[in-house]
Nanobody
Framework: QVQLVESGGGLVQAGGSLRLSCAAS????????MGWFRQAPGKQRDLVAK???????NYVDSVKGRFTISRDNAKNTVYLQMNSLKPEDTAVYYC?????????WGQGTQVTVSS
């Protein structure tokens, strides 16, 4: 069993920044992929960004140029740097990790962007 613990959420004004962290109890170096998803009220959970084991990153179009996913394998931690935040970025953000066929989720952290 892998534990993923998110932190860094909060309330921020539009145009501001937040950095989310996801601490994993298993080596992120050995992961096939780590990602961040988000779920707004009444909507489905969608992928925001992911980073593969080889370091390749992908982003949903709506966050390209504003969000950056990164990984510190020495700390087994994945980050999501969020800049130029918009009210539509308001959601619960979830960390996700894939090790082979094993998929794990964090408990989520709330991000609220006020206009």
């Amino acid at each position: 069993q892998v534990q993923l613990v998110e932190s860094g959420g909060g309330l921020v004004q539009a145009g501001g920044s937040l950095r989310l962290s996801c601490a994993a109890s298993r080596s992120t170096f050995s992961s096939d992929a780590m990602g961040w998803f988000r779920q707004a009220p009444g909507k489905q959970r969608d992928l925001v960004a992911k980073i593969t084991g080889g370091g390749i990153t992908n982003y949903v179009d709506s966050v390209k140029g504003r969000f950056t996913i990164s990984r510190d394998n020495a700390k087994n931690t994945v980050y999501l740097q969020m800049n130029s935040l918009k009210p539509e970025d308001t959601a619960v953000y979830y960390c996700n990790g894939l090790w082979g066929r094993e998929v794990y989720w964090g408990q989520g952290t709330q991000v609220t962007v006020s206009s």
